[in-house]
């Protein structure tokens, strides 16, 4: 009754030339500075594994704060200066993989559209969170790209 797949996906208007917004996305370790999830808990260990920016590289976080958990994300391609590409693993408070993407789109010179999207899948029992995952997941995107525009407008 539940479908298995999940998708949230949300946008925002920068006011900054896309090559600016990108450079800034791509780095995973900015994550920091406007993701709402990242932001959560500030005494979450957090590992790094390779350059920032490039394909493979991987970025950890582990942390006692369960909205928070313990995972991993990994750039699996870069498209141009446009598209970011990563898998999120998720260990605690659940197992569970993402397919997460972030691409800009010049609005204007100096105006950038930011899309963030994540696609995931919760097999039966755990597909009735599919209910509820979306609207959550939707609201703290939301608030992220609102993080990332005060700050790349600043």
Do not use: C, H
Not at 34 to 60: L, Q
Not at 99 to 106: G, N, R
Not at 118 to 129: H, T
């Amino acid at each position: 009754m539940v479908k298995k797949d999940y998708t949230v996906q949300q946008q925002v208007i920068i006011n900054k030339n896309t090559s600016d917004v990108f450079d800034y996305i791509k780095l995973l370790k900015n994550q920091r500075s406007f993701n709402k999830w990242a932001m959560m808990d500030p005494d979450a260990k957090m590992d790094y594994i390779g350059t920032d920016g490039t394909v493979g590289f991987i970025y950890t976080w582990d942390s006692e704060n369960k909205n928070v958990g313990k995972g991993e994300q990994e750039i699996k391609s870069i498209t141009g200066n446009t598209r970011i590409d990563s898998e999120v693993k998720f260990e605690k408070p659940f197992k569970n993989v993402a397919e997460v993407f972030m691409e800009t789109m010049a609005v204007s010179e100096n105006q950038t559209s930011v899309q963030w999207a994540m696609n995931g899948k919760n097999p039966y029992p755990m597909n009735i969170m599919n209910l509820f995952i979306p609207g959550m997941l939707s609201k703290d995107m939301g608030t992220s790209l609102n993080n990332l525009k005060s700050i790349l407008e600043s």
